[in-house]
């Protein structure tokens, strides 16, 4: 005698919402990824094929031509040297600035979750003021300020205000990740003779992986993409990438290659998506493991 069949109460409206729900997360992807797939397809294509064709319409004979130029010796202005001066600019823009912001945020969080003094908690609400500043209000101080400095329209000025605009962010990110590590920690290792930078060096920053992430991820986007602090502080030699993406789309020229500003826009955003693509999710763990407590 054969068992009786088991029958999954709701197993066939379960799997209709799953279906539905599917349908729906591939439409929202497509949505949002037919824009890149315009910018990718277009880029590859020549001239010829861009009048001739329509915008989703797959290269019949794909070409790097357009981003070599794009890099190399599409016009900016009257310069015609590409996209690659911005970039290195960027990047000698970027690494400091962002290695040296986390570093100072994490030093402030340890402090102010750790270490709190008379007026801490003061001192971290002006900083939070800072993260909700809109960027236009500091423009005026800070040229008056990069300009008594001697270092106006220079890869250091724009390094040293991404630092100081970043301060209130990262701070925020390692003190809200510092509340939730327990104070038994510091504790013992005050106990066992351990003093502020040992025990920052040894305790607290082994175990600031997740938000270490977070914070440089976040920072890295910020900067690379940053575009008003790019235009009004920097000089004729230390425009970054988005300034220059911004003058090769806007030369005029006598026809317009949309697959050279399509190219150039790949290159100027390539930098953040591949750092989302390696790391998204470590992004994600560590916001998720600083968000309990703070």
């Given amino acids: ?35 890149l797939y315009v910018m990718v397809s277009t880029s590859f294509k020549d001239l010829d094929q861009i009048r001739n064709g329509n915008l989703m319409s797959i290269p019949t004979s794909p070409s790097f031509a357009a981003w070599s130029k794009a890099w190399s010796t599409a016009c900016t202005g009257v310069d015609c040297n590409g996209l ?23 030093i402030n969080g340890y402090v102010l979750s750790k270490w709190k003094f008379r007026g801490s908690e003061f001192m971290f609400a002006l900083l939070l003021f800072g993260v909700f500043m809109p960027m236009q209000v500091v423009l005026l101080p800070m040229s008056q300020v990069l300009g008594y400095l001697g270092i106006a ?21 390692f003190r809200n990740y510092y509340v939730g590590l327990p104070d038994e920690l510091v504790k013992a290792a005050m106990l066992d003779g351990a003093g502020f930078w040992r025990i920052f060096w040894r305790i607290i920053l082994p175990l600031s992986t997740p938000i270490l992430v977070v914070t440089l ?5 910020n900067i690379w993409n940053d575009f008003l602090y790019g235009v009004v502080f920097s ?44 790391a998204g999710k470590y992004f994600v763990r560590g916001l998720t493991a600083g968000a309990v407590k703070g």
């Fill in 235 to 278: 000089g004729a030699d230390s425009k970054p990438i988005t300034v220059g993406l911004n003058n090769l789309a806007n030369t005029t020229t006598s026809v317009k290659e949309y697959n050279v500003d399509m190219a150039a826009a790949m290159i100027a955003g390539l930098p953040t998506l591949l750092v989302y693509v390696l």
């Fill in 84 to 106: 690659k001066p911005f970039f290195m600019n960027s990047v000698y823009l970027v690494v400091p600035a962002v290695l040296i912001s986390t570093a100072v945020g994490a």
């Fill in 217 to 221: 991820i976040w920072q890295f986007t």
């Fill in 1 to 35: 005698m054969s068992a009786p069949s088991t029958v999954t109460p709701g197993g066939t409206g379960l799997q209709i919402h799953r279906i539905i729900l599917w349908a729906l997360l591939l439409v929202f992807a497509a949505f949002f990824l037919t824009p």
């Fill in 153 to 173: 329209s220079s890869i250091s000025g724009l390094i040293l205000i991404h630092v100081i605009a970043g301060i209130p962010s990262t701070t925020l990110f």
